[in-house]
C-alpha cells in the first residue's frame, strides 16, 4: 500500500502544479510573437521515443525550454507509472514537445482530439479514485479533430495504440497519419496490469491472471457490460428462467415417482436427464439470488474484500481450490460442482437415451433385453461426469462466473473453457445424434413395413413424432449453446487486450452472454415435452385422489398385494 499512498502524494503535487500552470496561463500574451525554434529532443527522456526526434518551442504550454518543459511533464510520472492508458505519454509529448521539421520550426503539429478522448477515457477514473480533476489544459475541445486539421498528431482510429507503457519507458505504437514515421521496437514489451485490475496482496500468490498478465483479474463489479446490466438485468433474467426451469424439472421428476411402472427403457434417460437440469437450476437460483440480495461485490463468484478496505479490493475467483479456505471459495468450489457435474452428466444421460433408442429400434432389442443394463447405464452416466469434475479440481481451474454469480470452469482462460466444457459437450451430443438418426431411420423403415396394419402404424407414427420433437427440443438449444462457447473462445482474447490497453473497442455482446444461459434452462424446460400426454394427467388425478380418499378409506379392509419383482432405476 506505500507505493499507493506515495501516487496519491505525487498525484497532489501534479494537480497543485497544474493549478499554478493555469493561473500562469492567464498571464497577458507578450506583444512581440515568439521565435519558434526546431530542435531534437535531449532533454525530455519520457519523449525520446514516442515517434520523432524534434520538438518545437516554445511548445503548447509557452515553455521556451525543454528543461522547462521537462520539469513539469515530470509531475506527470505517478500517473504514467499507473499504466492508465498506452496513449498518455503520446498525449503529453505533442503537447510539451510538439513534432515539428526543420525546414518549418514554426509550424508545430497540435495533438489530435481523438488521442486526447482516448487518454482521458482510461485516465479521469484514476484521478477522480484520488480525488483529482483532469487538467484544464488537457481539455480536450482544445485540440482539433482530423478534419479541422489533418496534420494533427495522433492515429485516426484510436485502437491503433494498443501498447501499454511501461514505468515510464516509452513503448512506441501504431501512429498512422503522424507527420513521419516512428521507430520501431526491436523487442515487443511485455504488457503491464492496468491499477485498477491489479490484484491485492493477499491474492498475489493464488495464480490470478488475465490476458496472461500475472496478478492481474477482474473486479466483482465487472468489466463488460453496463452496471445496470451486470447488477439486476442478468441476475432477474437468470433467475426467472432457473425458476421456470426447476418448476418444469420437478414435474417431471415428481410425475415419475408417483407412477414409475409407466417409465421403461428406453425413454427412462430422459427422467435423468431432467433431474440433472433440476439440480442446475437450483445452483443457478442460488448465484442469482446471493448477487440480488448481496450486490455484484458480495455474490460467490468473488473473494472477500480486504481486511479494512472496500469492495473494490474484491475481485471474482480464479484457480480455485486453493491452499485458503473461506466460506465464499467453499460455497464457489461446491456451486461448481453441482452446474457442471450435472451438466456433463446430462450430456452422457443424452447419449444413453439415443443408446437404448438405437438398441430398440435399429438392433431389434425387446424392452427387457434393453432395461438389463440398467446397472451399466449408471455406472457410465454418473462416474465419467466424477472423473471430470476430479481433473478441472486437480488442475484448480474452477473460476468466477460474475453474470450468474456462482462458479463453473473457462470464465478466466479459453483453454479450459475449450477442453473440459466445448468438447465433452459437443462429443456427447454428436454421438447421441449418430445413434437418433440410426435409430429415427430404422423407426422409419419399421413404419413402412407395418402401413397394411393401420392401428400399428399409427402408434408408431406418434412415437415416431414424439421422437422428433423431443430430439429437436434439446439439439436445437445445445446446438445454439456450443455456438456461444465458440464465439466467446475465439473473441474473448481481444476483449481482454482491449482492456488492457484501456482501448474498448471490442465489447462483448451481453445478449450473446445472456443467451448462453438461456438455452441452458431451455433444454431443461423443453424435456418436460415428453410426459406431457393424457397418461400424465391422469397419473396426478389419480394421485391427487388417492391422497384425498385415504382419510375416509381406514374402514376398507386391507387386501394383501403380491410382492413386486425388482425393476430398474
Known sequence: MAWRLLTVCLL???????????????????????????????????????????????????????????????????????????????MLCAVYAPFCQTSFPDKSVRPCKSLCELVRAGCEDELLDFGLQWPPHLECDFYP?????????????????????????????????????????TEAPRPVCPIRHQVPPSLTNKSYSFANIPNCGVRCAGIYFSENERSTVAPVIILLFAIVCVLFTLFTVATFLIDRRRFHYPERPIIFLSFCYLIISVAYIVGAISKLVSGSDSSFACSEPESGMGPSTSFVFQRLPNDSSSYRSASCVILFVMVYYFQMASGIWWVILTLTWFLAAALKWGEEAVERLWLLYHIIAWSLPAIQVILVLALRLVDG???????????????????????????????????????FTALVNIRRQLERDPVKSRKLTRLIARIGIYSALYTIPNLLLLLLYVYEISEREDWERDVISLSRTTQPSFGAFLLRYIMLFTVGICSTSWILSQKTFNAWQKFFCSCGCQAQSYDVPMHVKPPHHQTAV
Not at 501498447?163 to 513503448?171: A, R, Y
Not at 460474475?402 to 462458479?407: E, S, Y
Not at 463453473?408 to 454421438?431: A, C, D, K, M, R
Open 12 to 90: 497532489g503535487m501534479t494537480s497543485a502544479v497544474m493549478g499554478q500552470d493555469q493561473n500562469q496561463n492567464q498571464n497577458p500574451i507578450p506583444t512581440e510573437p515568439p521565435i519558434f525554434t526546431c530542435q531534437p529532443i535531449t532533454e525530455i527522456k519520457v519523449c525520446e521515443n514516442v515517434g520523432y526526434q524534434n520538438a518545437s518551442f516554445p511548445n503548447f504550454r509557452n515553455q521556451m525550454t525543454q528543461t522547462e518543459a521537462n520539469a513539469e511533464l515530470n509531475n506527470f510520472l505517478p500517473l504514467i507509472r499507473l499504466n492508465c492508458s498506452g496513449a498518455l505519454v503520446h
Open 145 to 185: 479533430t482530423r478534419e479541422e486539421d489533418p496534420l494533427c498528431f495522433g492515429p485516426p482510429d484510436p485502437t491503433q495504440l494498443r501498447i501499454p507503457i511501461i514505468e515510464g519507458v516509452i513503448i512506441t505504437g501504431p501512429t498512422n497519419g503522424t507527420p513521419t514515421d516512428p521507430p520501431t521496437t
Open 401 to 439: 462466473d460474475q453474470l450468474a454469480g456462482l462458479c463453473y470452469t473457462g470464465n478466466s482462460h479459453t483453454v479450459s473453457l475449450g477442453v473440459f466444457v466445448f468438447f465433452p459437450l459437443t462429443g456427447y451430443l454428436l454421438l447421441g445424434l449418430v445413434f437418433l438418426v440410426i435409430g
